[in-house]
């Protein structure tokens, strides 16, 4: 079945530093992935997404990578700020349905 | 981009009542929605996905009679707890999708059950 995991619960980076989230897959079959952004208390916002025909997608201050060999997609959040503090999920989709990671919280160093 | 809500925000119930939790989208249209369970620095857990009009399907593990939903509209699903018990607590959220793939979630209901 899916599963999709993340290599680190807690990721501590410097304000400033770049940070990068990695997240793993199991289900080959998967075609398009997530990752998420949650703050406490609240639901989760969408970052990026990625198909399975790319192996890169960049967005504003973010970017994704997909690497399909090992069953692997990372996010990197360049010049991290205060405001990323947060838990990131990856996740994936399976039938139509969202299936989430374990998620990583992103810890600011000032 | 979409908007999705949920009401109540919060709600503390005593054990053995029931909880309905309304989840809507609020500028466009959702045949489906889904719902997840969120336990304290957990992740999200597919709990069911919702059908307009027809019934709910629900993950391996999840009570049906338990857990209620009703997607009685294109833009309204509801999640009622049936009989609760403080292992029930826990933060439930939402989600409808919008412009294909793309899913967008509500903020979320913290349940505490007494």
């Known amino acids: 079945g899916e599963s999709v995991g993340l290599h680190l619960p807690t990721l501590s980076v410097q304000e400033g530093d770049n940070s990068i989230i990695n997240c793993a897959y199991s289900?080959?079959?998967?075609?398009?992935f997530i990752w998420y952004k949650q703050e406490s208390g609240k639901g989760p916002q969408f970052i990026i997404d990625i198909r399975s025909n790319m192996d890169k997608r960049q967005g504003q201050r973010v970017t994704v990578l997909l690497n399909k060999t090992v069953k692997h997609l990372s996010l990197q959040i360049a010049a991290t700020q205060p405001g990323d503090s947060a838990v990131y999920f990856c996740?994936?989709?399976?039938?139509?349905?969202?299936?989430f990671g374990k998620g990583t919280r992103l810890h600011i160093l000032p | 981009g979409a908007v999705v809500s949920q009401h109540p925000s919060r709600v503390i119930c005593k054990s053995g009542t029931s909880v309905k939790i309304e989840c809507r989208s609020l500028?466009?249209?959702?045949?489906?929605m889904f719902w997840y369970r969120q336990f304290p620095k957990k992740s999200l857990m597919l709990m069911a996905t919702?059908?307009?009009?027809?019934?709910?399907?629900?993950e391996q593990g999840v009570e049906k009679d338990k857990f209620l939903i009703n997607h009685a509209s294109l833009t309204l699903s509801t999640l009622t707890v049936t009989s609760a018990h403080p292992e029930d607590s826990s933060f439930y959220i939402c989600?409808?999708?919008?412009?294909?793939?793309?899913?967008?979630f509500g903020p979320g209901t913290r349940l505490l059950v007494l």
């Open positions: 289900n080959s079959a998967s075609d398009y």
């Open positions: 500028d466009f249209q959702a045949t489906t």
């Open positions: 919702s059908n307009e009009g027809s019934k709910a399907t629900y």
């Open positions: 996740a994936a989709t399976r039938g139509g349905k969202i299936i």
């Open positions: 989600s409808a999708p919008a412009e294909g793939t793309l899913q967008y």
